[in-house]
């Protein structure tokens, strides 16, 4: 498949997850009200991918969209991993569907039992590719990651079904030697709910400016 047909497929394919997205209502817009991340972020728009399991005939779309990049972009794949715990039913799906292992990925390591954050399976030298729901910061991600390489895992890519594409992310993957794939990116969310009338150009303003800088954007606009 040529440059040009792998370009249109991910475009074509970005478009239609976001447009599932926006038909699960798992994204909204709060310029006038942002929330707060985890990471301390104050946000106008959300992301609520966890919708998606109650939702089969899109979330289908959303499994697709990652063994098309898989596909497309030459990842190999032993085992299938999922972060604890929005990427778990992603990761499960997309390991069932490819007939691949899968495990998960605890945030903290457990206190009982075998005591290991890694469950699921034995990952020495096996080629992982971690699946996330939503990246913001990174931070969780890359945290997975370094678990995983603790294991004895190889991991060189991630896949996320949108990815907010903040500069820190950016180079935290990139310091981790990790390859970013999102299925479709908030850019094109946006335009999808400028078209169906969910948000208007001057709000649209407001989720641009977030995106290019988060950090600073509550301050300049007076939260």
Known sequence: MSYEM????????????????????GVGFRPAAPITFKSGIQSPVYCDNRRFPFWPEQWAKVIRGFEGLIAERGIAVDVVGGVEAAGIPHSAALGFSMR???????????EHGTKKRVEGGDVTGKRVVLVEDLV?????????????????????????????????????????GVRLHATTTFPVVLDCALERGMIDEAAAAVVLDWLREPRSWAARHGF
């Open 6 to 25: 792998l370009r249109t497929s991910y475009e074509s394919r970005s478009r239609e997850i976001a447009e599932a997205l926006i038909a699960i209502e």
């Open 100 to 110: 691949t292992p899968s495990v998960f990925i605890r945030k903290e390591l457990k």
């Open 136 to 176: 913001t910061t990174g931070g969780s991600s890359i945290a997975a990651i370094e678990a995983l390489r603790d294991e004895g895992a190889v991991v060189s890519d991630c896949l996320a079904i949108i990815s907010y594409d903040f500069p820190e992310a950016v180079e935290l993957f990139a310091k981790a």
